[in-house]
């Protein structure tokens, strides 16, 4: 990890049907509150090709209220943290509206902003870590090499892990082009490094970072708005369009 804050932007995803494990321990204690997952990323102009959202199941988040409309689902470190930076209101306040477990949570469907597939699943993953961001990670397997690798050994063991396989159906979508790897860095990085599992974690460590660095400083965008332009010129403008659509929020650890 590097010096100073990390700038990370939380992008909101409406909860559009609970599993029915989340429904049962869920009751209506949101108070007739839109709920959305909010999840932490580097990389907002990857949110085109969101495919999935990761939860960790043994992690316990919580339902907080962000206003008397809206209710956000992430860990209660993050919460904390969140109305400190005037996110959740008022200020330095908060108020949790219910408990769950990550493995409830999962087979959940939620709106992807900015999505080319805005419908997506929850759906398990072991890196998961429940002390950095809001334990919500949402998915980008083109770009990112733990999101591949996660959603491929869900493809391949969905009853060991719990899910029907309809959850993981969507397939990586091109959304940058980088010189050294194509329109599909992150799936490259990981066959080149023979990844073979989530738990290879050593090297899905030094793939985040090849993958991380050839599409932060070489890629171009795909698709969008700003398609054409630079990730490093998108990056930016993609994230000031979220936040003014009212689809993510700046957040800082
Ligand atoms: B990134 P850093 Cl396309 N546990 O978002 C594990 N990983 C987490 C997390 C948590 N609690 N919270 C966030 N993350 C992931 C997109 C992405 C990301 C792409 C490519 C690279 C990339 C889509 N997933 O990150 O340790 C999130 O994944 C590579 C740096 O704070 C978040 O950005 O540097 C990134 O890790 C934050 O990692």
Redesign the pocket.
Same mark, same amino acid.
Request: charged share 25%; glycine share 8%; net charge neutral.
């Given at each position: 990890?590097g010096f100073g804050p990390?700038e990370y932007t939380g992008i909101k995803m409406e909860v559009t049907e609970w599993s029915s494990a989340a429904k049962e321990a869920l009751g209506d204690k949101a108070g007739g509150r839109k709920v959305f997952l909010v999840a932490? +990323?580097?990389?907002p102009e990857?949110m085109y090709g969101q495919t999935n959202c990761f939860v960790g199941t043994s992690i316990k988040y919580g339902v907080f209220a962000a206003n008397d409309k809206e209710a956000y689902v992430c860990t209660l470190r993050a919460a904390r943290s969140m109305a400190f930076q005037g996110i959740i209101t008022p200020r330095g306040n908060i108020e949790k509206l219910a408990e769950i477990e990550g493995s409830r949570i999962v087979g959940t469907k939620i709106d992807a902003p900015f999505a080319i597939n805005p419908q997506v699943y929850v759906l398990p993953m072991d890196?998961?870590?429940?002390t950095?961001?809001?334990?919500v990670? +949402?998915?980008?397997p083109s770009?990112?090499p733990?999101?591949f690798q996660t959603l491929t050994d869900l493809r391949k063991k969905p009853e060991f892990y719990k899910i029907d396989p309809s959850w993981a159906a969507i397939d990586p979508v091109p959304v940058i082009s980088t010189p050294t790897y194509g329109e599909m860095t992150a799936p490259a990085v990981v066959k080149q490094l023979k990844i073979q599992s989530q738990k290879d974690t050593k090297q899905l460590a030094e793939a985040?970072e090849i993958?991380?660095k050839e599409?932060f400083y070489n890629g171009t965008m795909l698709v969008g708005a700003y398609k054409g332009l630079s990730v490093q010129e998108a990056k930016v403008k993609v994230r000031d369009d979220m936040i003014k659509e009212g689809k993510a929020f700046a957040y800082a650890e």
């Amino acid at each position: 990890e590097g010096f100073g804050p990390q700038e990370y932007t939380g992008i909101k995803m409406e909860v559009t049907e609970w599993s029915s494990a989340a429904k049962e321990a869920l009751g209506d204690k949101a108070g007739g509150r839109k709920v959305f997952l909010v999840a932490a +990323t580097l990389r907002p102009e990857t949110m085109y090709g969101q495919t999935n959202c990761f939860v960790g199941t043994s992690i316990k988040y919580g339902v907080f209220a962000a206003n008397d409309k809206e209710a956000y689902v992430c860990t209660l470190r993050a919460a904390r943290s969140m109305a400190f930076q005037g996110i959740i209101t008022p200020r330095g306040n908060i108020e949790k509206l219910a408990e769950i477990e990550g493995s409830r949570i999962v087979g959940t469907k939620i709106d992807a902003p900015f999505a080319i597939n805005p419908q997506v699943y929850v759906l398990p993953m072991d890196n998961v870590i429940a002390t950095k961001g809001t334990g919500v990670v +949402t998915s980008v397997p083109s770009d990112s090499p733990d999101d591949f690798q996660t959603l491929t050994d869900l493809r391949k063991k969905p009853e060991f892990y719990k899910i029907d396989p309809s959850w993981a159906a969507i397939d990586p979508v091109p959304v940058i082009s980088t010189p050294t790897y194509g329109e599909m860095t992150a799936p490259a990085v990981v066959k080149q490094l023979k990844i073979q599992s989530q738990k290879d974690t050593k090297q899905l460590a030094e793939a985040k970072e090849i993958a991380y660095k050839e599409g932060f400083y070489n890629g171009t965008m795909l698709v969008g708005a700003y398609k054409g332009l630079s990730v490093q010129e998108a990056k930016v403008k993609v994230r000031d369009d979220m936040i003014k659509e009212g689809k993510a929020f700046a957040y800082a650890e």
